[in-house]
Structure formats: C-alpha cells, structure tokens
Nanobody, 116 residues
Framework: QVQLVESGGGLVQPGGSLRLSCAASGITFSGYAMRWYRQAPGKERELVAGIDSAGVSTNYADSVKGRFTISRDNAKNTVYLQMNSLKPEDTAVYYC?????????WGQGTQVTVSS
C-alpha cells in the first residue's frame, strides 16, 4: 500500500519559515520524481516545486522562486519543502505527489496558514 504522509504545516507570521516533509512508503522512492502542489480555498491546485528522482534537477513556480527550496533524501524516503519569507498568499493546503511514468500518488495534505 502506497502512503505519502505530509507533516510540518501550521500557522506562521508573514516573513516566517516552515519546512514541510513528506515520508513515502510502499514505493521504490528513488525511482519517483517528487512534487509539491498547493491548493488555496476557491482556487485550483497548482504546482509549487518539483525534483527529479536523483535529486539533481529542480523546478519552481515563479511565485516561490528564491523563497522555497525542494530537496529529497532517498535514504529516508522523504522529500522536503523549505519555505522562507512566507507571504499570506502562500496560505494553502500543500500536497506531496510522487510520479513515475503514468503512476501518480498523493498525500493527504498539510495546511499552511500565513497570517499575523
């Protein structure tokens, strides 16, 4: 059974930082590219950041470039999203996604709220 379990969300003030984690089980983690998506209330889910299976290549949405960093530890079957200089518009549920060819798996999401 495939499981992706996100953690690390919470309430933070503008300008603050959070680090999200996503622990995977039931898949050969090192064979999957990993992505973080987010969905704000009333908006479509959007891709935030992605990293290839080896952790060599990354990509980011323009809205988070320079503030967010995606990384992975294949020995721990975990992908991370370091979020700095958070803004109120970063408020959303953040989802972890594992993708390999036509296979996609999703986590349950973790809430991030940026507010003073």
């Amino acid at each position: 059974q495939v499981q992706l379990v996100e953690s690390g969300g919470g309430l933070v003030q503008p300008g603050g930082s959070l680090r999200l984690s996503c622990a995977a089980s039931g898949i050969t983690f090192s064979g999957y590219a990993m992505r973080w998506y987010r969905q704000a209330p009333g908006k479509e889910r959007e891709l935030v950041a992605g990293i290839d299976s080896a952790g060599v290549s990354t990509n980011y949405a323009d809205s988070v470039k320079g503030r967010f960093t995606i990384s992975r530890d294949n020995a721990k079957n975990t992908v991370y999203l370091q979020m700095n200089s958070l803004k109120p518009e970063d408020t959303a549920v953040y989802y972890c996604n594992a993708v390999r060819s036509i296979r996609h798996y999703w986590g349950q999401g973790t809430q991030v709220t940026v507010s003073s």
